[in-house]
């Protein structure tokens, strides 16, 4: 049933980098819209960065120019490379996929924390 998987996040000092991975499985395939987000307790999750069917990009303002989302179709995985990490990129960050039809799709989340 689960058919978005992350991965790598963890705890990093303030300037580092994660590399997050979404495995894609089932009826997903990352060929589909993707996208990363990102929650705070207590907060709205937030889009952080989008890439379309065509490959096109969006990122959020606060990440735009530190991050990447990108996608290996052979692994079926999308990928989200955050550089320079701030302290306020603290998140448990979410993978999620737009099929064909239905639903969005979510991953179970990735926790990043960087610290000062």
């Known amino acids: 049933q689960v058919q978005l998987v992350e991965s790598g996040g963890g705890l990093v000092q303030a300037g580092g980098s994660l590399r997050l991975s979404c495995a894609a499985s089932?009826?997903?395939?990352?060929?589909?819209?993707m996208g990363w987000y990102r929650q705070v307790p207590g907060k709205q999750r937030e889009m952080v960065a989008l890439?379309?069917?065509?490959?096109?990009?969006n990122y959020a303002d606060a990440v735009k120019g530190r991050s990447i989302i990108f996608r290996d179709n052979a692994k079926n995985t999308v990928y989200l490379q955050m550089n320079s990490l701030k302290p306020e990129d603290t998140a448990v960050y979410y993978c999620?996929?737009?099929?064909?039809?239905?639903?969005?799709?979510w991953g179970q989340g990735t926790q990043v924390t960087v610290s000062s």
């Open positions: 999620n996929a737009a099929p064909n039809r239905g639903p969005l799709v």
């Open positions: 089932g009826s997903i395939f990352v060929q589909n819209p």
């Open positions: 890439i379309s069917m065509r490959g096109s990009t």
